[in-house]
């Protein structure tokens, strides 16, 4: 069932987002200090294309490592995040108009908010 979700995500809107991640990671890339944001877009790319079979969970961090996503997660969602969590929000309208969609839509949402704050979050297998 995760093969058919992902193949029916990939072409209902996961490509257009996941090229939309690799494409932010891609201008991130270019300066030294956009690298770590390269990194987290380009996996977060990944899991754009193809989402079901894995979630998003916390990662356990110390104090040091909170105040650093804090920061990093303001600066990525003043340059990068808001257009991704937009792009986003508008493929969650678009696959809501059908009731097969709404579960694309779902996804779409959660998407959204990691756009926002991608820091402190990795991509982990649902057991």
Not at 51 to 59: L, N, S
Request: aromatic share 16%.
């Amino acid at each position: 069932m995760r093969l058919i979700g992902n193949i029916l995500w990939f072409i209902l809107g996961g490509f257009v987002m996941g090229l939309a991640w690799w494409f932010t990671a891609l201008i991130c890339a270019i300066t030294i200090i956009g690298i770590p944001w390269a990194i987290a877009a380009f996996r977060i790319g990944t899991f754009s294309f193809w989402p079901f079979g894995r979630k998003v969970a916390d990662k356990p961090a110390g104090t040091l490592g909170s105040g650093i996503g804090a920061l990093g997660n303001l600066i990525w969602a003043i340059l990068f995040g808001w257009w991704l969590a937009l792009g986003h929000l508008v493929s969650a309208v678009l696959c809501a108009i059908t009731i097969i969609g709404i579960p694309f839509a779902l996804q779409h949402i959660k998407l959204a908010g990691l756009a926002f704050f991608p820091y402190g979050k990795e991509i982990v297998p649902i057991s």
